[in-house]
């Protein structure tokens, strides 16, 4: 079965960190670019953030940007997201998955969830105020 695992989640108070880590399972990371989504109770899921295979180029959403950083192990098959300066807003499911049509992030929409495939179950993450 080709899917991510998720890992990483906790809940912290208002300031803190985590790295989430992102492993795959059944396939290789090579050529695809990877994309971290995150959906709250009742909202749409949400792209945040996206590195590319190549010239591993990043992008962020804006409510991310200078907080969160996007990384890829390609040897260890892994992504990761740092999460830096968590806000209450963070407070979400993470999930990572595969562009299975592109393998840089597209620069004027990185995260369409269209192309993105291999979803993982997630993981929670709950920040406190």
């Known amino acids: 079965q080709v899917h991510f695992v998720e890992s990483g989640g906790d809940s912290v108070q208002s300031g803190d960190s985590l790295r989430l880590s992102c492993a795959a399972s059944?396939?290789?990371?090579?050529?695809?670019?990877i994309g971290w989504f995150r959906q709250a109770p009742g909202e749409e899921r949400e792209g945040v953030a996206c590195?590319?295979?190549?010239?591993?180029?990043?992008y962020y959403s804006d409510s991310v940007k200078g907080r969160f950083t996007v990384s890829r192990d390609n040897a260890k098959n892994t992504v990761y997201l740092q999460m830096n300066s968590l806000k209450p807003a963070d407070t979400a499911v993470y999930y990572c998955?595969?562009?299975?049509?592109?393998?840089?992030?597209?620069?004027?929409?990185?995260?369409?969830?269209?192309?993105?495939?291999?979803w993982g179950q997630g993981t929670q993450v709950t920040v406190s105020s």
């Open positions: 059944g396939f290789f990371l090579d050529h695809y670019a």
């Open positions: 590195v590319s295979y190549s010239d591993r180029s990043t």
């Open positions: 998955a595969a562009n299975t049509m592109r393998s840089r992030c597209a620069a004027e929409a990185p995260t369409r969830i269209y192309e993105f495939d291999y």
